[in-house]
């Protein structure tokens, strides 16, 4: 009886070793959970680079938003400071012509204040385009102060490394120094369309007293000039 129990221990024994691996006891850890902690990191790690390479690629287009916006006020204000001169330059001519006298109607002053007339709706026309850059540049402030939100954000995503920090880092003074440039261009903006916004004011004005000295021959105010109100892109009387 006592060998049988012997027998029946020493088979047990036998059970429980064979269903362990070289080197290890019976109560080895398991080696399956630890393994889970790496593809973890990595995904928190693919998630933040890709994060970083999303808004890297917005702060690259906000700024080359900037500076086609930047560059379509430099042409319309060289356009408008063209269209100034030119305009300027006729009606010197028409009021020099005027101040000496000539006779009532004359054709050629009449074909200068025609063309002075259009390079003032050339103006009113740039004055126009000045309005719908501001819109646009003012989305673009919106859209800076978004991604601005978004790259502070990704800080607190997890699985990073110091590396994407320093890279966020530079992204956000990127687009720092982007809503600064926006800051400025807005500033321009209104000073400009304000400034033509004047300049159109006085020279429609002015244009609707030449014609009126056109169609006398000599220099005159026209009854009334005092109580003129003109709006934006109207005529004034036109010649005959």
Not at 49 to 72: E, M, V
Not at 108 to 131: C, E, F, H, I, Y
Not at 141 to 163: C, H, K, P
């Amino acid at each position: 009886m006592a060998l049988r129990v012997q027998r029946s221990v020493l088979l047990l024994a036998a059970v429980v070793l064979s269903g362990c691996t070289e080197g290890q006891g019976i109560f080895a850890p398991s080696v399956s959970a630890p393994s889970s902690n790496p593809a973890i990191s990595q995904t928190g790690t693919q998630t933040v680079k890709q994060r970083i390479q999303q808004l890297r690629s917005d702060q690259a287009a906000l700024a080359n938003g900037i500076s086609q916006q930047q560059a379509q006020l430099n042409a319309t204000r060289s356009q408008l400071a063209s269209d100034s001169a030119a305009y300027s330059s006729l009606v010197n001519g028409i009021t020099s012509r005027l101040q000496t006298g000539t006779t009532p109607g004359n054709p050629d002053l009449v074909n200068q204040w025609n063309s002075a007339q259009a390079k003032l709706d050339d103006a009113t026309l740039g004055v126009g385009r000045l309005n719908s850059l501001a819109s646009q540049v003012t989305t673009q402030a919106s859209v800076a102060g978004y991604l601005l939100e978004n790259i502070r954000a990704t800080f607190a995503v997890g699985g990073a490394v110091d590396e994407d920090h320093r890279n966020l880092r530079a992204i956000e003074s990127e687009t720092t120094r982007s809503m600064q440039q926006i800051d400025r261009l807005i500033g321009d903006l209104n000073a400009q369309i304000g400034r033509e916004n004047g300049f159109l004011a006085r020279e429609r004005t002015n244009l609707a007293a030449l014609s009126y000295g056109v169609n006398l021959g000599r220099l005159g105010n026209p009854p009334g000039a005092q109580r003129m109100t003109t709006t934006g892109g109207r005529r004034p009387v036109p010649l005959q």
